[in-house]
């Protein structure tokens, strides 16, 4: 629907239902996504989010009046990018729940009274949030993530939370676990047979390589910061540009990248690995008495990834209901990490890894860093699509303080200045010494353990 038209219907159903009582709506506008899956908010976000937040649509008529023309355009480019609805309303995600991102985007601008901008509420009647909106919103949000998100391991006063507690375990099968641990740690995955998945994802380094850019077979510069692997079972997609699903999918691509491990193909990987007689009757003990494939080795190494969760951090003591597992500092770091939006995209049970966002939302971060690099392109390398250049996935902040350096070109040393960037960058909001300082030691609450041990690797400064 060309923008003009959606305009209309909201503009229309503004007048007609902005003092209604009701939140939802029994049946969207023709032509127009279903809004089912925002249920009891549907009318809320039909009225007062969608006429600005979603993407491809022609500007409303009063676009062209001198002096508002450029507020107007301005503000139609920046929304979307800000929180774009056609990612809730199109494609695969819109028969899935709301995404943890976004309820958490939409409850931080409904608590701190963001949206809708006082300049757009001036010129369409009753497209502010009245009391009651903000109550259903809030309400409607509580649920969803109730719903949807809560592992139930949380205290009830803390089930709100925008981060949820890791489980203490998930279920894996160990024949699969232990041929996936196996193959993780196997050269011959690599073309050249110089280096595994291990090379990379160093346990002793909380599942990092501590450089600011992966190095692949060959020598050759991946051109992206290593991520750390404990926990990324929990993220909604892999590797800084979303390519991957899963990590299925990821381990399916690493070994045949040429820029990491350089494999010529899954059939020279496997001709490879059936010459081991040991390992063949393993993967036979796993799998059944089938040859070796590809699905079989990727699924082997995504079981193992299952074991790789880290629990029991003091976070997550103090959402479990242990009071006094963090320090008044670090609480205050906490509420200075929400205050200044972090928790819009930072989310979930791995605090973060959930949605993709840009890395110049609010400034130019590429233009002031300087020297572009291959892999700035972000999401767009694996779409094509323009507007999803500089999109990467949210880094999940788990152990945070021993994965430095940060980013995913690797530029930021220290989680003061990757506090900085994204403060800068990301939120918008300059934070000063002692907010930075305050959140750096909520961060730190972050560390867990592994195998009933504080996960190894060296804390950042």
Not at 11 to 33: D, H, I, K, N
Not at 173 to 197: H, I, P
């Amino acid at each position: 629907m060309k923008k003009s038209m959606l305009f209309a219907v909201a503009a229309l159903s503004a007048l007609t239902f902005g003092a209604g009582t009701s939140w939802g709506v029994s049946e969207t506008p023709q032509g127009y996504p279903s809004l089912g899956k925002f249920n009891k908010v549907s009318r809320i976000m039909l009225d007062k989010c969608m006429p600005c937040h979603t993407r491809n649509m022609d500007l409303p008529f009063y676009a062209s009046i001198p002096g508002i023309k450029k507020i107007i355009a301005k503000d139609y480019a920046a929304a979307p990018r800000a929180f774009d609805l056609n990612h809730e309303l199109e494609g695969d995600a819109k028969d899935k729940p709301v995404n943890e991102s976004s309820l958490a985007k939409m409850a931080w601008v409904t608590s701190y009274d963001i949206m809708p901008p006082a300049r757009f509420t001036a010129v369409h009647k009753n497209t502010h949030l009245t009391a009651k909106d903000k109550e259903g919103l809030l309400t409607w949000i509580r649920e969803t993530r109730k719903k949807h998100y809560d592992n139930g391991l949380a205290a009830p006063e803390r089930r709100d939370e925008p981060i949820q507690p890791l489980p203490s375990a998930l279920h894996v099968d160990t024949k699969k676990a232990a041929l996936g641990q196996k193959l993780f740690n196997d050269v011959r995955l690599s073309g050249d047979e110089s280096m595994s998945c291990a090379s990379c994802h160093d346990f002793a380094k909380a599942g990092t390589d501590g450089l600011m850019i992966a190095q692949g077979v060959y020598d050759l510069n991946s051109g992206l910061n290593t991520p750390t692997v404990f926990n990324a079972v929990f993220n909604f997609r892999q590797y800084w540009n979303g390519r991957a699903a899963d990590v299925q999918e990821a381990a399916a691509l690493a070994p045949v990248d040429p820029t990491m491990m350089g494999s010529k193909g899954w059939d020279l990987i496997l001709a490879k690995l059936r010459l081991d007689e040991a390992l063949t009757n393993e993967y036979k003990h796993a799998f059944g008495p089938s040859s070796w494939t590809k699905e079989n080795v990727t699924a082997a190494l995504a079981e193992f990834q299952k074991t790789l969760v880290t629990p029991d951090s003091r976070f997550d003591q103090w959402l479990k209901g242990k009071d006094d597992a963090l320090t008044a500092e670090e609480l205050k770091g906490y509420q200075r990490f929400k205050d200044y939006r972090c928790t819009s995209c930072h989310v979930g049970q791995n605090v973060g890894g959930q949605s993709l966002e840009y890395m110049d939302l609010k400034r130019d971060y590429f233009a002031d860093r300087g020297h572009p690099m291959a892999r700035d392109e972000g999401y767009k390398a694996v779409t094509g699509r323009q507007e999803d250049l500089r999109r990467f996935k949210v880094a999940g902040l788990r152990n945070v303080e021993l994965t430095a350096p940060y980013l995913h070109d690797g530029t930021a040393q220290t989680l003061s200045r990757a506090v900085d960037v994204m403060g800068t960058y990301l939120s918008g909001i300059s934070i000063d010494e002692e907010d930075n300082a305050l959140i750096v030691a909520f961060l730190r609450t972050l560390t867990g353990t592994y195998q009933g041990k504080p996960l190894t690797g060296q804390a950042s400064k």
